[in-house]
């Protein structure tokens, strides 16, 4: 059986190292995951073309929304989201579209210690900051702020907050350094987004900064608010806490969520 994560770009992906070790361990040998360099508007075309070996995909940016659109079943979650990190082929052969990132940054987050009730700025605007919405509903936020490039993808996000029930407000840009002294400041931006901004920010102590990114590591923005004292969180929690629920969706088995952990901190800890 053969498994892959999508996206572009996709060389940095850490995905193949947490999942084949992940097989490994649990004594599937028969299994393996790759990666696909694969923009959205290529995402169906790739899809059509795998044979019944394929249990699943795990999808990247650009590719979250566009994975809605390639399934025959939608969970609730990645319905409510509009976005979906996870592809899963069914027996009879149709794929049915999830998102772990929610669970998995409820996760991240609670670990941190974020409580019910925190101020949330979220940087970005795409399919990771549509499931940033939803984790902060779940962990009972006050509010979230989105900050983002450009003033129609704020509006783009509304339907997001109304269906998984949080309130919305939205910055320009160029405010987000004034919009860091929220409970948790969480960079779904691609890499090199954020960087202009770590040297004019000023961190309150006990802010917790999750950055969704791990290559490179850590980010400046991530750096800057370590420096500041403040909790960090990176994308290479994020990314082994949404892999345990793809792992135990395309296999059937309980993931080795250490062994995992292990080949993934081997693999991306500088």
């Not at 990666?35 to 959205?40: G, K």
Request: charged residues 15%; glycine residues 12%.
């Amino acid at each position: 059986m053969r498994a892959a994560v999508v996206g572009k770009p996709i060389a940095h992906s850490l995905s193949p190292v947490l999942h084949n070790a992940g097989y490994a361990a649990a004594g599937l040998t028969g299994w393996s995951y790759t990666r696909f360099e694969c923009a959205a508007d290529e995402l169906a075309a790739l899809v059509a073309g795998l044979g019944p070996e394929w249990a699943g995909l795990s999808v990247t940016m650009p590719g979250k929304e566009a994975a809605l659109a390639v399934a025959d079943e939608v969970s609730p979650v990645a319905a409510a989201v509009g976005a979906a990190n996870t592809l899963v082929r069914r027996p009879d052969g149709t794929w049915y579209a999830d998102n772990t990132d929610v669970a998995g940054m409820v996760e991240v987050l609670t670990g941190a210690g974020v409580g019910r009730g925190a101020t949330v700025t979220v940087l970005g605007a795409g399919g990771t900051a549509r499931a940033a919405l939803a984790a902060a509903a779940r962990l009972g936020a006050a509010g979230v702020t989105v900050v983002a490039r450009r003033p129609e993808a704020v509006t783009e996000l509304e339907p997001v907050a109304r269906a998984v029930g949080v309130a919305l407000a939205g910055a320009p840009w160029p405010a987000a350094p004034t919009l860091v002294d929220a409970d948790v400041v969480v960079s779904t931006v691609p890499r090199g987004v954020a960087d202009p901004l770590a040297g004019g920010l000023r961190w309150r102590s006990g802010t917790v900064c999750f950055d969704a990114l791990y290559d490179p590591w850590p980010t400046p923005l991530a750096a800057s608010a370590a420096a500041a004292g403040c909790p960090v969180v990176s994308g290479l929690d994020l990314l082994l806490a949404q892999a345990v629920g793809q792992f135990e969706q395309f296999t059937g088995v309980p993931a080795p969520r250490g062994a995992m952990a292990v080949a993934l901190a081997a693999a991306g800890r500088p």
